[in-house]
């Protein structure tokens, strides 16, 4: 499902991929990226949100592309990126946003499917998202773009009985700074936003209260999910020679920088 742009400028058009699609971050942020005229490639599990994004995006004269996708998948994952490369040729910027959690119990409890979930979501989705957009930008001409992660305050320090999803925030930010690293003589640049009680569909329960680390449960300051959009627009938009490597987009009076 994909549409053209009505306006198009003489500059070529720019591709960003954004996954997780469909909702909360990953559509703030698809939304953002198409009022700054990128293409923008909306993957996602479930078609529905995404063919909706389409259909707004075609009556506001952007182009959009959905291609449902499940990042656990890496025939899925393969499938989508052949479809980006047939379609557009290339892929400037990946927004790596798909995500899981799993309850919050402690590890003892917790049950071997719900980790492989988060790790293979959180971990190796990531991995391969990122692995096949690094393989595009590196053949692509003019070679290079910008991976961006979806990190977490998760990726340097935990909340209380949250194991599997700290551990993969924690990897994430290393293969960050890996894609940074080998990326460089491609031209492709890696960045991580950490995100701090951003309001979605699925945070909306911390603003009743959610345990703190001393066991007390306490209701937490949210961050309108708008202002993370702005974070991924601002990081997406610089020049290849300029690179934000890690930003931490949080509520101002979240309990991560003190003691809890």
């Known amino acids: 499902m994909s549409l053209s742009v009505s306006n198009a400028s003489s500059s070529p058009l720019k591709i960003a991929l954004v996954t997780g699609a469909g909702s909360g971050i990953g559509r703030a942020t698809a939304q953002a990226l198409l009022q ?16 909706a994004m389409v259909e707004a995006a075609t009556a506001a004269g952007q182009q959009a592309l959905a291609v449902p996708t499940d ?8 499938a989508l990126f052949a479809q980006i490369e047939k379609t557009y040729g ?16 402690t590890m003892d409890e917790l049950p071997l499917d719900k980790w492989k979930d988060v790790i293979d979501t959180n971990v190796t989705g990531v991995f391969l998202c990122a692995r096949a957009a690094f393989g595009l930008m590196k053949r692509q001409t003019p070679q290079g773009g ?15 009985f949250t194991a599997p ?3 993969s925030k924690h990897a994430v930010l290393g293969l960050t700074k890996s894609i940074a690293l080998d990326g460089r003589e491609f ?3 890696g960045s991580q936003i950490d995100i701090g009680n951003a309001l979605t569909e699925l945070s909306v329960r911390m603003t009743k209260g959610v345990r703190q680390a001393n066991g007390q449960i306490a209701a937490e300051p949210m961050l309108d999910v708008t202002h993370v959009a702005d974070a991924v627009r601002y ?16 509520a101002s009076n979240m309990p991560f920088v003190g003691r809890g």
Request: glycine share 6%; with cysteine.
């Open 36 to 51: 700054d005229g990128f293409c923008v490639v909306l993957a996602g599990r479930r078609l529905e949100p995404l063919a």
């Open 90 to 105: 290339r892929l400037d910027v990946l927004f790596n946003n798909a995500g899981v959690n799993a309850p919050a119990v």
């Open 71 to 78: 990042v656990r998948d890496p025939a899925s994952v393969e």
């Open 165 to 167: 999803y700290t551990a």
């Open 187 to 189: 031209n492709i640049v």
């Open 235 to 250: 990081v997406a938009g610089l020049p290849l020679s300029a690179n934000v490597l890690n930003m931490t987009v949080m």
């Open 146 to 160: 910008r991976i961006i992660n979806n990190g977490s305050i998760s990726a340097h320090t935990p909340r209380p």
